[in-house]
């Protein structure tokens, strides 16, 4: 199933190559990474996502080990909500 071409119509797959392909589109659309990331989430610029993301609002929504960062855009959101 990773073999299908981009060229296919949608009508030729089976639904299971159908939802495969669904998955994989849900899923990168889930995180986005870094400080660029959380800017882009919340329409800001790089330094006030600095200081959200310091403030501690989205340490629930954020994986970080070391520079890497990967915020759950969903959870990021809630939680942004609700302070």
Do not use: H
């Not at 299908?4 to 119509?9: F, L, N, V, Y």
């Not at 159908?18 to 659309?29: M, P, Y």
Request: hydrophobic share 40%; charged share 30%.
């Amino acid at each position: 199933m990773n073999d299908i071409d981009p060229k296919t119509p949608l009508w030729k797959l089976t639904v299971e190559e159908f939802l495969e392909i669904s998955k994989k589109v849900i899923q990168s659309d889930k995180y986005e990474y870094g400080l660029k990331g959380i800017a882009k989430i919340f329409g800001c610029s790089v330094s006030k996502a600095s200081e959200i993301k310091s403030s501690g609002i989205l340490d629930d929504a954020i994986i970080q080990r070391g520079n890497i960062i990967i915020i759950d855009k969903q959870k990021a959101l809630k939680l942004f909500a609700k302070k």
